[in-house]
Protein backbone atom coordinates (compact mmCIF):
# COMPACT_ATOMS: atom_id res chain seq x y z
CA UNK A 1 0.00 0.00 0.00
CA UNK A 2 1.00 3.64 -0.60
CA UNK A 3 2.40 5.48 2.15
CA UNK A 4 4.99 7.79 3.72
CA UNK A 5 6.90 8.03 6.46
CA UNK A 6 8.50 11.45 7.95
CA UNK A 7 11.34 11.24 9.75
CA UNK A 8 11.53 13.15 12.99
CA UNK A 9 8.37 14.13 14.66
CA UNK A 10 9.94 17.84 15.56
CA UNK A 11 12.31 19.77 13.64
CA UNK A 12 13.95 22.93 15.46
CA UNK A 13 15.84 25.60 14.12
CA UNK A 14 17.25 29.43 14.27
CA UNK A 15 15.61 31.85 12.15
CA UNK A 16 18.14 32.06 9.06
CA UNK A 17 18.95 28.56 9.43
CA UNK A 18 18.49 25.75 6.56
CA UNK A 19 15.17 23.93 6.98
CA UNK A 20 15.15 20.15 5.88
CA UNK A 21 12.31 18.03 6.53
CA UNK A 22 12.54 14.72 5.45
CA UNK A 23 9.94 12.56 3.57
CA UNK A 24 10.30 8.95 2.03
CA UNK A 25 7.89 7.26 0.14
CA UNK A 26 6.89 3.42 -0.39
CA UNK A 27 5.71 2.76 -4.08
CA UNK A 28 6.21 0.34 -7.25
CA UNK A 29 4.54 3.12 -9.53
CA UNK A 30 4.95 6.75 -9.63
CA UNK A 31 3.53 8.94 -7.19
CA UNK A 32 2.31 12.23 -7.12
CA UNK A 33 3.59 13.72 -3.78
CA UNK A 34 2.78 16.71 -1.90
CA UNK A 35 3.67 19.05 1.31
CA UNK A 36 0.85 20.44 2.95
CA UNK A 37 1.11 22.96 5.76
CA UNK A 38 -0.73 23.62 8.91
CA UNK A 39 -1.05 26.58 11.26
CA UNK A 40 -2.27 26.44 14.55
CA UNK A 41 -6.27 26.28 14.37
CA UNK A 42 -6.47 26.24 10.33
CA UNK A 43 -7.34 23.36 7.61
CA UNK A 44 -4.03 22.43 5.78
CA UNK A 45 -2.54 24.49 3.05
CA UNK A 46 -0.93 22.82 -0.32
CA UNK A 47 3.06 24.12 -0.33
CA UNK A 48 3.75 22.31 -3.21
CA UNK A 49 3.13 19.03 -5.31
CA UNK A 50 5.06 16.95 -7.71
CA UNK A 51 3.42 15.33 -10.51
CA UNK A 52 6.22 13.80 -12.80
CA UNK A 53 7.33 16.84 -14.41
CA UNK A 54 10.34 18.67 -13.13
CA UNK A 55 12.30 16.73 -10.17
CA UNK A 56 12.75 20.12 -8.47
CA UNK A 57 9.58 21.21 -7.26
CA UNK A 58 9.12 25.11 -5.91
CA UNK A 59 6.29 26.25 -3.88
CA UNK A 60 4.72 28.86 -1.92
CA UNK A 61 7.10 30.74 0.84
CA UNK A 62 10.08 29.98 -0.49
CA UNK A 63 9.71 25.99 0.14
CA UNK A 64 11.04 23.73 -2.55
CA UNK A 65 11.77 19.87 -2.81
CA UNK A 66 13.40 17.53 -4.61
CA UNK A 67 11.96 14.06 -6.07
CA UNK A 68 14.56 11.23 -5.89
CA UNK A 69 13.46 8.30 -7.24
CA UNK A 70 16.85 6.55 -6.51
CA UNK A 71 16.09 7.45 -2.62
CA UNK A 72 11.94 7.29 -2.44
CA UNK A 73 12.77 10.52 -1.28
CA UNK A 74 11.01 14.15 -1.47
CA UNK A 75 12.67 16.23 1.24
CA UNK A 76 11.01 19.59 1.66
CA UNK A 77 14.02 22.31 2.16
CA UNK A 78 13.83 26.06 2.50
CA UNK A 79 17.42 27.89 2.79
CA UNK A 80 16.75 30.84 5.30
CA UNK A 81 13.89 29.67 8.34
CA UNK A 82 11.53 32.79 9.10
CA UNK A 83 9.91 32.85 12.55
CA UNK A 84 6.49 32.59 10.49
CA UNK A 85 7.45 29.28 9.17
CA UNK A 86 6.72 27.66 12.44
CA UNK A 87 4.35 25.48 11.96
CA UNK A 88 2.97 21.81 11.33
CA UNK A 89 4.02 19.98 7.94
CA UNK A 90 2.78 16.86 6.24
CA UNK A 91 4.01 15.35 3.20
CA UNK A 92 1.60 13.25 1.60
CA UNK A 93 1.34 10.47 -1.53
CA UNK A 94 -0.92 9.88 -4.05
CA UNK A 95 -1.22 8.01 -7.36
CA UNK A 96 -3.79 7.31 -9.73
CA UNK A 97 -6.35 6.98 -7.83
CA UNK A 98 -7.67 9.69 -5.04
CA UNK A 99 -6.70 8.14 -1.92
CA UNK A 100 -4.32 10.48 -0.33
CA UNK A 101 -2.13 9.58 2.58
CA UNK A 102 -0.14 11.57 5.07
CA UNK A 103 2.81 11.03 6.99
CA UNK A 104 2.21 11.75 11.01
CA UNK A 105 3.98 15.43 10.19
CA UNK A 106 7.01 17.35 11.38
CA UNK A 107 6.30 20.66 13.50
CA UNK A 108 8.96 22.59 12.64
CA UNK A 109 10.10 25.55 15.30
CA UNK A 110 12.02 28.51 14.85
CA UNK A 111 13.98 30.10 17.22
CA UNK A 112 14.84 33.44 17.50
CA UNK B 1 -16.17 33.24 1.64
CA UNK B 2 -14.68 31.13 -0.91
CA UNK B 3 -13.28 28.50 0.86
CA UNK B 4 -14.21 25.20 2.09
CA UNK B 5 -16.63 25.24 5.16
CA UNK B 6 -17.83 23.07 8.11
CA UNK B 7 -20.44 22.59 10.55
CA UNK B 8 -20.56 22.62 13.34
CA UNK B 9 -16.51 23.79 14.31
CA UNK B 10 -17.03 21.88 17.84
CA UNK B 11 -18.96 18.77 18.42
CA UNK B 12 -19.23 17.25 22.46
CA UNK B 13 -21.67 14.30 22.03
CA UNK B 14 -22.75 11.48 24.30
CA UNK B 15 -21.55 8.40 23.70
CA UNK B 16 -24.38 6.36 21.80
CA UNK B 17 -25.36 9.65 19.90
CA UNK B 18 -25.82 9.90 16.22
CA UNK B 19 -23.46 12.94 14.75
CA UNK B 20 -23.89 14.15 11.26
CA UNK B 21 -21.14 16.57 10.47
CA UNK B 22 -21.11 19.35 7.15
CA UNK B 23 -19.07 20.29 4.60
CA UNK B 24 -19.65 23.05 2.02
CA UNK B 25 -16.93 22.61 -0.29
CA UNK B 26 -15.68 25.65 -3.05
CA UNK B 27 -18.43 25.88 -5.74
CA UNK B 28 -17.58 24.18 -9.09
CA UNK B 29 -15.26 21.80 -7.01
CA UNK B 30 -16.37 18.04 -8.58
CA UNK B 31 -14.38 16.07 -5.71
CA UNK B 32 -14.84 16.03 -2.12
CA UNK B 33 -12.92 14.18 0.71
CA UNK B 34 -13.42 13.17 3.86
CA UNK B 35 -10.48 12.77 6.66
CA UNK B 36 -10.19 11.93 10.19
CA UNK B 37 -6.93 13.68 11.80
CA UNK B 38 -6.03 12.34 15.72
CA UNK B 39 -4.19 14.22 17.82
CA UNK B 40 -1.05 14.61 16.73
CA UNK B 41 -1.15 12.49 13.38
CA UNK B 42 -1.47 13.13 9.91
CA UNK B 43 -5.10 13.03 8.13
CA UNK B 44 -6.45 9.97 7.28
CA UNK B 45 -8.36 9.51 4.52
CA UNK B 46 -11.98 7.91 5.19
CA UNK B 47 -14.29 8.38 1.61
CA UNK B 48 -14.35 10.82 -1.69
CA UNK B 49 -16.80 11.60 -4.14
CA UNK B 50 -16.95 12.87 -7.39
CA UNK B 51 -20.01 14.44 -8.03
CA UNK B 52 -22.94 12.82 -6.18
CA UNK B 53 -21.31 9.14 -6.78
CA UNK B 54 -19.24 7.96 -3.56
CA UNK B 55 -15.80 6.19 -5.61
CA UNK B 56 -14.07 5.14 -2.25
CA UNK B 57 -15.27 4.44 0.96
CA UNK B 58 -12.33 2.08 1.61
CA UNK B 59 -11.35 4.79 4.65
CA UNK B 60 -14.46 4.09 6.72
CA UNK B 61 -13.30 2.39 9.83
CA UNK B 62 -16.88 0.32 9.91
CA UNK B 63 -20.27 0.89 9.58
CA UNK B 64 -21.50 3.14 11.61
CA UNK B 65 -19.42 5.58 9.38
CA UNK B 66 -21.32 6.50 6.09
CA UNK B 67 -21.25 9.63 4.03
CA UNK B 68 -23.89 11.45 0.96
CA UNK B 69 -23.23 13.98 -1.59
CA UNK B 70 -26.87 14.10 -2.84
CA UNK B 71 -26.51 17.13 -5.01
CA UNK B 72 -23.11 16.88 -5.57
CA UNK B 73 -22.53 19.60 -3.18
CA UNK B 74 -22.47 19.32 0.38
CA UNK B 75 -21.53 16.76 1.61
CA UNK B 76 -22.79 15.37 5.41
CA UNK B 77 -20.61 12.46 7.12
CA UNK B 78 -22.78 10.48 9.71
CA UNK B 79 -21.37 8.73 12.62
CA UNK B 80 -24.00 6.34 14.22
CA UNK B 81 -23.24 5.06 17.91
CA UNK B 82 -21.05 7.28 18.65
CA UNK B 83 -17.75 5.69 20.60
CA UNK B 84 -15.57 7.96 22.70
CA UNK B 85 -12.81 6.06 19.77
CA UNK B 86 -14.36 8.37 17.04
CA UNK B 87 -13.41 11.30 19.18
CA UNK B 88 -10.98 13.46 16.25
CA UNK B 89 -11.22 16.03 13.90
CA UNK B 90 -12.78 15.22 10.64
CA UNK B 91 -11.38 17.51 7.77
CA UNK B 92 -13.15 17.99 4.54
CA UNK B 93 -11.35 19.02 1.65
CA UNK B 94 -12.67 19.53 -2.11
CA UNK B 95 -10.51 19.88 -5.56
CA UNK B 96 -11.38 21.49 -8.66
CA UNK B 97 -10.58 18.11 -10.79
CA UNK B 98 -11.29 14.48 -10.15
CA UNK B 99 -7.52 13.13 -10.53
CA UNK B 100 -5.80 12.77 -7.64
CA UNK B 101 -3.20 14.98 -8.70
CA UNK B 102 -5.63 17.88 -8.12
CA UNK B 103 -4.56 20.55 -5.24
CA UNK B 104 -7.09 19.66 -2.39
CA UNK B 105 -8.38 22.46 -0.58
CA UNK B 106 -9.20 22.03 3.28
CA UNK B 107 -11.57 23.23 5.71
CA UNK B 108 -11.29 24.18 9.02
CA UNK B 109 -12.39 20.75 10.51
CA UNK B 110 -14.69 19.67 12.88
CA UNK B 111 -13.63 18.83 16.27
CA UNK B 112 -15.64 15.66 17.46
CA UNK B 113 -15.16 14.89 21.36
CA UNK B 114 -17.39 11.94 21.88
CA UNK B 115 -17.75 11.54 26.13
Known amino acids: AQSVTQLGSHVSVSEGALVLLRCNYSSSVPPYLFWYVQYPNQGLQLLLK??????LVKGINGFEAEFKKSETSFHLTKPSAHMSDAAEYFC??????????FGAGTRLTVKP | GAGVSQSPRYKVTKRGQDVALRCDPI?????LYWYRQALGQGPEFLTY????????KSGLPNDRFSAERPEGSISTLTIQRTEQRDSAMYRC?????????????FGPGTRLTVL
Open chain 2, 27 to 31: SGHVS
Open chain 1, 50 to 55: YTSAAT
Open chain 1, 92 to 101: AVTYHNNDMR
Open chain 2, 49 to 56: FNYEAQQD
Open chain 2, 93 to 105: ASSLGTSGYNEQF
